[in-house]
């Protein structure tokens, strides 16, 4: 079995930097993806970034420029690195881990969930 294990998230005023990190833990599996996705109140979860293995990182347009993510395959883990922080950042950011079966995702697993809140 495969647990997310995340950190980081908090308050932080506008302009500030925040990083979240997050690691597989468990049972070894093959790996499609891994990234970050955030939920506001009242709004639906979206994707914030993430990486296919083998592949470059996705972004959405509205952190592009500001946040950067990187993947240690040895150890399965994810970083993001938030710089430039804005009001609309705020949310509960989750760990995704999409598991790899034939060379397509399989399996999506989420972490608990780790809030950031940008506000002076």
């Known amino acids: 079995q495969v647990h997310l294990v995340e950190s980081g998230g908090g308050l932080v005023q506008p302009g500030g930097s925040l990083r979240l990190s997050c690691a597989a833990t468990?049972?070894?599996?093959?790996?499609?993806?891994m990234g970050w996705y955030r939920q506001a109140p009242e709004h639906p979860r979206e994707l914030v970034a993430n990486?296919?293995?083998?592949?470059?990182?996705n972004y959405a347009d509205s952190v592009k420029g500001r946040f950067t993510i990187a993947r240690d395959y040895n150890e399965s883990n994810v970083v993001l690195q938030m710089n430039n922080l804005k009001p609309e950042d705020t949310g509960v950011y989750y760990c995704?881990?999409?598991?790899?079966?034939?060379?397509?995702?399989?399996?999506?697993?989420w972490g608990q969930g780790t809030q950031v809140t940008v506000s002076s």
């Open positions: 995704n881990l999409q598991t790899e079966l034939d060379g397509y995702a399989h399996w999506s697993l």
């Open positions: 468990g049972s070894s599996v093959s790996i499609f993806s």
């Open positions: 990486i296919l293995t083998g592949s470059a990182p």
